[in-house]
């Protein structure tokens, strides 16, 4: 029995309206709908990925990571535990309702984010290595090793 005033809505999360390729692996429990998963994805417990997302060939997206609405991950990459992306950046001050607000955030191929790292920029290139804990604010358009808060270049690959 819930109780408060006004009773509870119940919405159960799960895996639903996903378009996936061949040998895709998803471990339970996981929040994932609207997106595309292509071939030899593999996602691990505790993972949120959002409509409009596109995980590339290969990639790999450990536990505990949230991939926020309209974020296309390349092919090859590695996504660390606990790794937010976020595309609202509440420039207004708060959220904002309106997704044509919202960044649309590309992570190129051969990408690997630390665990624990958050982006919150629209773009990372090809080959980059985002430091565990970083927090990404710019695009990174140089291949290269980034860490810190805000991440910045500490060597060119």
Not at 56 to 85: A, D, P
Not at 87 to 105: E, M, V
Not at 147 to 152: M, V
Request: charged share 20%.
């Amino acid at each position: 029995m819930y109780g408060g005033v006004g009773g509870m809505e119940i919405r159960q999360s799960g895996i639903r309206d996903v378009t996936c390729g061949n040998n895709v692996v998803v471990y339970e429990p996981a929040n994932i709908y609207g997106c595309t998963l292509y071939d030899e994805v593999f996602v691990g417990p505790f993972v949120e990925i959002q409509r409009h997302c596109v995980i590339g060939r290969g990639t790999r997206i450990q536990s505990h990571s949230f991939l926020c609405e309209y974020v296309t991950v390349g092919e090859r990459c590695f996504i660390g535990h606990n790794v937010t992306f976020a595309n609202d950046l509440f420039k207004r001050g708060g959220p904002d309702a309106d997704a044509a607000n919202w960044l649309r955030i590309r992570i190129g191929h051969d990408v690997t984010v630390g665990s624990g790292a958050v982006i919150l920029t629209d773009f990372v290139c090809d080959g980059a290595v985002i430091g565990a804990g970083s927090v990404v604010v710019k695009p990174v358009t140089v291949r290269g090793v980034y860490a810190g808060n805000p991440a910045r270049l500490l060597r060119t690959l």
